[in-house]
């Protein structure tokens, strides 16, 4: 039983362009959650995602950043315009139901440069 | 103030001593607690979790809540090499709601063998 997969595992854009990152839940889980981690910072939600629907997106920027769970394949973080300040480590999560019991991911190392 | 805050470390300890980690929180609403590790360019790892106060234990690990003093604990007993790590607290006000979980900026630990 694969994990949670990411890809692609290290991703650098130039400033303006977009980003766009992949993630395949585990078998069996239906609950998507995307965080972003900047350098000895902690993991900051940004959304939940469960087949279709956003649950909750109060922690994406307002602007540039939008996330889907399609159906059939992955889940897809994209990020348009990039800048600078973009450049960090974007895990996704995947559950069952608890998102304290989710299984995270390896992470896409996002640069811009 | 962070609502979490976490001792960023580095912590360097030999083989075989106990380890204590700790957080301290200002959120008195929050009631589910969590401890992951995350290796270098890896995602976390779900290590324990305990709701409100006392003691869990999981083989060599024991975590620790003591919701009076906002403050909670992971020992590590017989530390290994392996166990060389960043280790992440987060805890939750809610059940089931992924935005509502606060991460620590995680300590680094590095056990000498």
Partial sequence: NAGVMQNPRHLVRRRGQEARLRCSPMKGHSHVYWYRQLPEEGLKFMVYLQKENIIDESGMPKERFSAEFPKEGPSILRIQQVVRGDSAAYFCASSRIDPTEAFFGQGTRLTVV | ?113
Avoid: H
């Fill in chain 2, 1 to 113: 103030q962070k609502e979490v805050e976490q001792d960023p470390g580095p912590l360097s300890v030999p083989e075989g001593a106990i380890v204590s980690l700790n957080c301290t929180y200002s959120n008195s609403a929050f009631q589910y607690f969590m401890w992951y590790r995350q290796y270098s360019r890896k995602g976390p790892e779900l290590l324990m979790y305990t709701y409100s106060s006392g003691n869990k234990e999981d083989g060599r690990f024991t975590a620790q809540v003591d919701k009076s003093s906002k403050y909670i604990s992971l020992f590590i007993r017989d530390s290994q090499p392996s166990d060389s790590a960043t280790y992440l607290c987060a805890m939750s006000p809610f059940y089931s709601s992924a935005s509502k979980i606060i991460f620590g900026s995680g300590t680094r630990l590095s056990i000498r063998p």
